[in-house]
């Protein structure tokens, strides 16, 4: 499974942007790039997903470098809500064309939105 | 539409037991997954089935055993629970497809081993 690299931890303050980034310089071109968060004591919930172009919703927006090696996930205005761990996770599209839905999670980024 | 639900929420087993953890996925889903997640860890992966069959396993011994029914519900069982099985076990659902399907995971059943 190709690995994503994250930071830690990082901090905001509400209200303001926060930029989650993410470093997944073995992907292939067939891995799309997932992101999840947890809040405490909840199960993951989906936040965004993207293959080359940048994305959004109404959660979030997902930046994707040109050569695919690093994205960014992008919360715009941090609320405490917020608060939760980020997961970065490269999700297959191969195995002849039908992925059969594993997740490979690292330990994520935390993320501590102040007041 | 209810999500993915899970049951129980919580459940305290003694070692050597055996247990079994429910889950019904996101209506109109075919795919479940689950996933152990130790406190503190990321979720690992466990296996997942697709129309009734596991599809895919992750590193985990013969004791986690699975199966799914006709209307995609699936069902976890841990044999011969030891301390170390001590877990939040998440459920997730999803349709078939390539990596561009979302997964939505369950609250989980936190399981404790005494």
């Known amino acids: 499974d190709a690995k994503t690299t994250q930071p830690n931890s990082m901090e905001s303050n509400e209200e303001e942007p926060v930029h989650l980034p993410c470093n997944h310089s073995t992907i292939s071109g067939t891995d799309y790039i997932h992101w999840y968060r947890q809040l405490p004591s909840q199960g993951p919930e989906y936040v965004i997903h993207g293959l080359t172009s940048n994305v959004n919703n109404r959660m979030a927006s997902l930046a994707i470098a040109e050569d695919r090696k690093s994205s960014t996930l992008i919360l715009h205005r941090a609320t405490l809500r917020d608060a939760a761990v980020y997961y970065c996770?490269?999700?297959?599209?191969?195995?002849?064309?039908?992925?059969?839905?594993?997740?490979?999670f690292g330990q994520g980024t935390i993320l501590t939105v102040h007041p | 539409d209810a999500g993915v639900t899970q049951s129980p929420t919580h459940l305290i087993k003694t070692r050597g037991q055996q247990v079994t953890l429910r889950c019904s996925p996101k209506?109109?889903?075919?795919?479940v997954s689950w996933y152990q997640q130790a406190l503190g860890q990321g979720p690992q992966f466990i296996f997942q089935y697709y129309e009734e069959e596991e599809r895919q396993r992750g590193n985990f011994p013969d004791r986690f055993s699975g199966h799914q029914f006709p209307n995609y519900s699936s069902e976890l069982n841990v044999n011969a629970l030891l301390l170390g099985d001590s877990a939040l076990y998440l459920c997730?659902?999803?349709?078939?497809?390539?990596?561009?399907?979302?997964?939505?995971f369950g609250q989980g059943t936190r399981l404790t081993v005494v």
């Open positions: 997730a659902s999803s349709l078939l497809g390539g990596g561009n399907t979302e997964a939505f």
């Open positions: 996770i490269l999700r297959d599209q191969s195995a002849g064309g039908t992925s059969y839905g594993k997740l490979t």
């Open positions: 209506s109109g889903h075919d795919t």
